[in-house]
């Protein structure tokens, strides 16, 4: 497995089990699997595990607890992540301990190598709404508890989810206390789906966030490499017709007959594609069992793709 620069929390393996599959959010799937990925993936050189309490109720944080006993290996970083609304300071302050300690607990460590803020983040003037935060009481109530946590060694570092408003977040990435790393969309067709939460009038800039993100020497980790299933041979999971995820596997069809023009399967190009991506640490995957593990780590064994085979899928957005 290669290993990548992470800033100042060291080094990360190229790819980071996420919680997202081992939680059940992307289909259902069984304890004992999910503890059995977790651990086929830490055998396979695999350093990040990412996971969050909103991954089916605190569920991927569970199985990581069961799968590491309370002992993390040397070296395994262990992320996870706090959402909070937009509120009173003093309410964000217990929401943010009671979420991190409650995590902890569940993830059975007394120490959290990178705390995300999951909540979006969106500018001052916008308006009330779940998911989304303020950038004003993230400058003064949540930053400075971040760094707080960071100072008494509670967690190593801090980041956010970088898939809010683009002002909101260049607002922040200007400021002179940084996050340590940052969780940006990264995918083939450059699909934001259901995280995109701004409405159609605005749109988002994924890779102008990246590139922010690492002009100001943060480290970015990819996420939603398969585009939430959309970017794989078939949707795993039921969806609406409607759905962005539904909406997204119609628009990648052309991505998928160029994978099955190269004998591969739709998942393993993008995943290729993904780690080819010259602008992030780590790409985050979304399996919830070892035969999709399996095919993440042989996209990982074969390399990364020639400019050319970049530049022809690259060329299918908006196709």
């Known amino acids: 497995m290669q290993m990548r620069s992470f800033g100042s929390l060291g080094q990360v393996s190229a790819l980071t089990l996420g919680g997202g599959g081992i939680g059940s959010v992307w289909g259902t799937v069984e304890?004992?699997?999910?503890?059995?990925?977790?651990?086929?993936?830490?055998d396979a050189g695999i350093t990040m595990l990412d996971v969050a309490p909103g991954y089916g109720s605190g569920e991927a944080e569970l199985v990581v607890g069961e799968a590491l006993g309370g002992a993390v290996p040397d070296g395994v970083l262990i992320t996870t992540k706090v959402e909070l609304p937009d509120d009173?300071?003093?309410v964000l302050e217990r929401k943010l301990?009671?979420?991190?300690r409650a995590s902890m607990q569940r993830l059975r460590v007394e120490r959290i190598d990178l705390l995300l803020l999951h909540s979006q983040l969106q500018p001052d003037d916008g308006p009330s709404a779940p998911r989304l935060l303020s950038v004003r009481p993230f400058r003064e109530v949540v930053r400075p508890a971040f760094e707080r946590l960071?100072?008494?060694g509670v967690i190593g570092g801090w980041g956010l989810t970088d898939v809010g408003h683009p002002r909101a977040l260049?607002?922040?990435?200007?400021?002179d206390s940084l996050p340590d790393a940052i969780q940006c969309?990264?995918?083939?067709?450059?699909?934001?789906?259901?995280m995109w939460l701004f409405g159609p009038e605005e749109r988002p800039d994924n890779a102008g966030m990246r590139a922010r993100a690492v002009q100001a020497g943060v480290s970015v980790i990819g996420i939603r490499a398969v585009a939430a299933g959309s970017l794989a041979d078939r949707l795993d999971r039921p969806v609406e017709a409607d759905h962005p995820a539904a909406r997204d596997y119609e628009a990648a069809a052309s991505f998928r007959s160029l994978a099955a023009g190269r004998g591969?399967?739709?998942?393993?190009?993008a995943h290729r594609y993904a780690l080819s991506m010259p602008d992030l640490a780590t790409v985050v995957l979304g399996v919830k069992n070892r035969v999709e593990l399996e095919e993440c780590l042989a996209a990982?064994?074969?390399?990364?793709?020639?400019?050319?085979?970049v530049h022809a899928i690259e060329a299918l957005r908006g196709s």
Request: proline share 4%.
């Open 150 to 152: 960071r100072e008494e």
């Open 264 to 269: 591969e399967s739709a998942a393993l190009l």
């Open 97 to 100: 301990a009671d979420s991190l």
């Open 185 to 194: 969309v990264a995918n083939a067709l450059d699909l934001s789906g259901d």
């Open 31 to 42: 304890r004992a699997e999910a503890v059995a990925t977790v651990r086929a993936a830490l």
């Open 170 to 175: 260049l607002e922040v990435l200007s400021d």
């Open 300 to 309: 990982e064994a074969a390399g990364p793709l020639a400019d050319e085979e």
């Open 88 to 90: 009173a300071p003093e």
